[in-house]
């Protein structure tokens, strides 16, 4: 059985730190706001981030995560745990299926907005790698070399190829490193000659025996694990797993995607279907946390622009 909600002027979906500063920005602007959140956000998967602005000693991503769920509470907001389970337009306003976290299947509850705002994020797809949370909280195995390549600086660094660019990250890592080894995934190499002569130039090791899996050691190093039985140890392992974008409740209505189904965006963060915004990972672009909180920023701005305005009623009785 659904039940139906009063209109919110905008519907967040996603409470990571784009869903969640969108959520901050709106609630300063006044808006009633509903922010739903399944709870995987990718902040939760950082040991410790060294590159996000501000935090000179860094900040572990769990500690950001809450610290901006406290500022939306500052200002009357509140993140409602469960997930959006389908997303469409009736008479011009959004309708969405949320189940509550924990709830039945019976629990659906129908929330209605104006607008409607996606921060949903990505899926990280790819390699097996043993006890793979554990590894990334102890730093051996890596997702993202644009986050924390300095904090790798002059380990032995083990790069998978990548489904679309190859060698493009291994090179990316001789910034950090003398120490790089390439590791191919299949048994029909993916490398040109034109490649093979950039890694050469590059001293960037390559591997050609398919990668077969990877396990730790007693101090939770990575070793790689090849088709010719060979063993490679390394201090540090980036498998570029790829992602997949979240994206399916708006293509679902007709938003433009691109590769890896990610949505394509506007500089305001509208997608193509009008009142439906998008930012941070799910959208074209750098995933990055600053790159979502900025994007935050400029959706809920326009977004407030948009809508019709929030005309604050006079006090009560006159401000002393
Ligand atoms: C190991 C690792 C280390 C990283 N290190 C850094 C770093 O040092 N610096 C940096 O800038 N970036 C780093 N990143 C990247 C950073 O985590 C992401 O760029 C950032 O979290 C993106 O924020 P987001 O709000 O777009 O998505 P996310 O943080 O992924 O949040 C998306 C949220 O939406 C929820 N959701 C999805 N679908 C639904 C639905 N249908 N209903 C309800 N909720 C839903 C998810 O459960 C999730 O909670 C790292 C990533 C990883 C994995």
């Given at each position: 059985m659904t039940t139906p909600s009063p209109a919110y002027d905008t519907l967040v979906v996603g409470g990571g730190p784009g869903g969640l500063t969108a959520a901050i920005y709106l609630r300063r602007f006044t808006r009633n706001v509903a922010l739903v959140d399944k709870g995987h956000s990718r902040l939760r998967l950082i040991p410790v981030s060294h590159n996000y602005p501000g935090f000179p000693e860094g900040v572990p991503g769990p500690t950001l995560l809450a610290n901006l769920a406290v500022q939306l509470e500052r200002y009357g907001g509140s993140v409602l745990p469960g997930e959006i389970l389908d997303l469409r337009i009736e008479d011009g306003m959004f309708v969405a299926d949320c189940l509550p976290e924990g709830g039945p299947a019976d629990a659906v509850t129908q929330l209605r907005a104006h607008t409607v705002l996606l921060a949903t994020g990505v899926a990280d797809v790819g390699l097996p790698v043993e006890s793979w949370r554990e590894a990334i909280a102890f730093g051996?195995?890596?997702?993202c070399p644009v986050c924390d390549g300095f904090d790798v600086l002059d380990k032995r660094i083990a790069v998978a190829t990548g489904e679309t660019n190859p060698i493009g990250h291994a090179l990316f890592m001789r910034t950090f490193s003398s120490d790089v080894t390439l590791f191919e995934?299949?048994?029909?190499?993916?490398?040109d000659d034109d490649a093979r002569r950039s890694l050469a130039a590059a001293g960037v090791k390559l591997v050609e025996s398919p990668l077969l899996s990877v396990t730790l050691d007693a101090a939770m190093k990575p070793v790689l694990h090849t088709a010719d039985g060979a063993e490679h140890p390394a201090d540090?392992?980036?498998?570029?797993?790829g992602e997949k974008a979240r994206s399916g409740l708006a293509a679902r209505l007709g938003a433009a995607t691109a590769q890896c189904e990610e949505l394509v965006v506007d500089v305001h963060g509208a997608t193509s279907v009008p009142g439906l915004y998008a930012i941070g990972d799910v959208t074209v672009g750098l995933n990055q946390i600053a790159v979502a909180t900025g994007q935050a920023a400029r959706a809920a701005t326009h977004i407030h622009n948009r809508l019709p305005p929030a005309l604050r009623a006079a006090p009560s009785r006159p401000p002393a």
């Open positions: 051996s195995l890596r997702l995934r299949g048994p029909a190499s993916m490398l540090v392992f980036y498998p570029m797993l």
